[in-house]
């Protein structure tokens, strides 16, 4: 009944009580990326497969540069990526801009993460089973490990989340997840890193 019924709009409320407290430091983050980035485009969109396997938009804060080399050939990741940018990501400010994809039901605050639309045509039967709930803005991998474990092991666990789904779960890992972004510690297991392992249907 939770999954169903409540998950929903209990999610789109404290999306939208967050975004109203949250707009001063919204306002500030945004100046000071355009700053840093030199350029209005703040936000970052890309397609990701959503519940189902449906496509949307995921929305971030930009943390890259749009710097070209000499030959007009766009800059690595790690040669883009700003002193703003990179604060955003060990702190996950940058993930703030999903609240909105909270509010249009197209992710909740607890569910497996929104993964390249790529990847749909890659997954096993039982891993394409992290789709039959809505992606989050944090799940149950990310506090297990993250990048510090297996696309198998992810996907495993996301499936196991799917599975035992409950309103006690969903705070448990809320928990775990606030408590990993305050001590900051090993940052590239709790956050996405810069240009990480793709996934190819074997790892």
């Known amino acids: 009944m939770y999954q169903q019924y409540f998950k929903r709009w209990i999610g ?26 030199q350029s209005m485009h703040i936000f970052f969109l890309q397609q990701r497969a959503g ?17 070209h ?13 700003t002193r703003v940018g990179r604060f955003l990501r060990s702190t996950s400010l940058d993930e703030i801009p999903q609240l909105i994809n909270v ?7 607890v569910g497996p993460r929104p993964l390249h639309v790529q990847y749909i045509e890659l997954y096993n039967k039982q891993q394409a089973h992290r789709h039959d709930v809505r992606p989050g803005m944090t799940g149950w991998a990310q506090v297990h490990g993250r990048n510090a474990i297996s696309w198998r092991e992810k996907f495993e666990l996301d499936v196991w989340y799917v599975d035992h789904l409950t309103f006690r779960l969903d705070l448990k890992i809320l928990y775990k997840t606030v ?16 240009g990480g392992e793709w996934f190819n249907g074997n790892n």
Not at 26 to 37: A, E, G, K, R
Not at 179 to 194: G, M
């Open 12 to 37: 789109f409320i404290v999306a939208l009580c967050f975004l109203s407290v949250l707009w001063p430091l919204l306002l500030f983050l945004v100046i000071c990326l355009i700053y840093s980035t």
């Open 51 to 67: 519940r189902y396997g449906k496509v949307f938009k995921v929305i971030k804060f930009r943390s890259m540069s749009d710097e």
């Open 69 to 81: 080399d000499e030959s007009g050939d766009i800059l690595p990741n790690e040669q883009r990526i």
């Open 103 to 109: 509010m249009k039901g197209e992710m909740s605050f």
């Open 179 to 194: 408590a990993l972004v305050l001590k900051r510690s090993n940052v590239d297991n709790v956050r996405e890193s810069v």
